[in-house]
């Protein structure tokens, strides 16, 4: 196994695999690593879904366009789940209080199901196999995933996670320096220009020399054309039809348009 510090310091996104299985006992690992997430109030709020059937995750490539899906040895797609909870609460004849219709319900499902795929994505790192999240999953034809998948109501997707042996080592990419990530004792405004720009440069410069297929991207604009680009996704009405009642939204969406 690597070293904890090698399973933090060293971990990228692997995009390319070789065709090889995972071996049983790792993937038991990896979902009892899943298993064992914090989560909030210890009420799971989450499901994986796990394909290795190679047709489905080709249906779910040509819906979102990401190659390593169907070349993975196996596709993870982590959900919010209150299905469960709602049927606990049918069986017992329990009022079901419908926290997933509110902002920080909706927080909570996506927080433990972040998590649960964080463990998965360490766990994999420390058995010597790589894996990529992939958000497309969520956003590029979501509501066609919900029934490819035949998820619930109550069930949405948050992220998914391509896993297998790495085919490819590519370089670290350069992150913000610490001083930006983390502030100690409050917020802290001073340098964030001066340190952001430097920090762009140096993203830059990287994109410029790295291995495998080089850029002339900056940090910066390129994020922001993303979250432009971002602007479009209509996730609202995909989670309305999965049974998150997000009316509350609506003004903010008034205000946006
Ligand atoms: C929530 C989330 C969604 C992501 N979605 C995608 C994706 O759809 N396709 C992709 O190729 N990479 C995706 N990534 C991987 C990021 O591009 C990658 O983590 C980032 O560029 C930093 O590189 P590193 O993981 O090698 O440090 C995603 C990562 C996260 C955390």
């Known amino acids: 196994m690597k070293s904890i510090e090698e399973i933090f310091l060293s971990r990228t996104s692997v995009r ?8 049983p006992e790792k993937l038991d690992l990896i979902y009892r690593a899943i298993q064992n997430t914090p ?14 059937d190679q047709t489905i995750k080709e249906q779910i ?105 790495p085919a490819e080592h590519p370089d670290l990419k350069p992150k913000q320096p610490l001083s930006l990530v983390i502030h100690h004792n409050h917020y802290c ?13 140096e993203v830059s410069q990287y994109n410029e020399v790295r291995s495998g297929d080089k850029t002339h991207h900056d940090w910066g604009t390129h994020i922001l054309d993303y979250h432009r680009m971002a602007l479009d996704y209509h996730l609202e009405e995909y989670l309305q039809h999965q049974g998150f009642d997000l009316s509350f939204l609506k003004d903010d969406r008034r205000e946006r348009n």
């Open 39 to 52: 989560t909030s109030y210890n009420g799971q709020q989450f499901s994986v879904i796990a394909i290795s």
């Open 16 to 23: 390319r695999y070789e065709r090889r299985a995972i071996e």
């Open 61 to 165: 490539y040509a819906i979102t366009g990401q190659k390593q899906i169907k070349t993975c040895a196996i596709f993870l797609v982590f959900c919010a789940d209150f299905n469960k909870l709602k049927q606990f609460a049918d069986a017992k004849g329990i009022d079901f209080p419908r926290f997933q219709d509110t902002m920080d319900g909706l927080l909570v499902g996506v927080i433990d199901a972040s998590l649960a795929m964080q463990n998965a994505v360490i766990a994999a790192e420390s058995l010597g196999l790589g894996s990529c999240c992939i958000g497309y999953t969520r956003t590029a034809a979501p509501a066609q995933l919900a029934e490819l998948l035949q998820l619930p109501q109550g069930v949405a997707v948050v992220c998914g996670l391509s896993m297998g042996y």
């Open 189 to 201: 405004t001073d340098q964030i220009n001066e340190e952001l720009l430097a920090y762009n440069d």
